[in-house]
């Protein structure tokens, strides 16, 4: 059984950074694509970024400059770095990735179980 746990949410003030990660785990032969989307209340998801198992990333435009993903292809885990954050950036960030389990050559889309972020004075 595949799963993806996340960690590293919390409450910061604006200006503060914090780190998210987030860990696949179980019987997995590859991980492709891997990701963080975010949902603030009363607004669809989004995605904040991605980063392909070449090490190719994408970020949203409301975050470029701020937010820096990499990931650890050894323990199949991504990380969020969110420096300067901002209090539109508090919502609930979940991790995705794209996961071949043991035994199968096809990706199925994995998602975390979200943590929250929130920034406020």
């Known amino acids: 059984q595949v799963q993806l746990v996340e960690s590293g949410g919390g409450l910061v003030q604006p200006g503060g950074s914090l780190r998210l990660s987030c860990a696949a785990s179980g019987s997995i032969f590859s991980v492709e694509e891997m990701g963080w989307y975010r949902q603030a209340p009363g607004k669809e998801r989004e995605l904040v970024a991605s980063?392909?198992?070449?090490?190719?990333?994408d970020y949203a435009d409301s975050v470029k400059g701020r937010f820096t993903i990499s990931r650890d292809n050894a323990k199949n885990t991504v990380y969020l770095q969110m420096n300067s954050l901002k209090p539109e950036d508090t919502a609930v960030y979940y991790c995705?990735?794209?996961?071949?389990?043991?035994?199968?050559?096809?990706?199925?889309?994995?998602w975390g179980q979200g943590t929250q972020v929130t920034v406020s004075s």
């Open positions: 980063i392909t198992g070449g090490g190719i990333t």
């Open positions: 995705n990735a794209e996961i071949s389990p043991s035994g199968s050559y096809y990706l199925q889309d994995y």
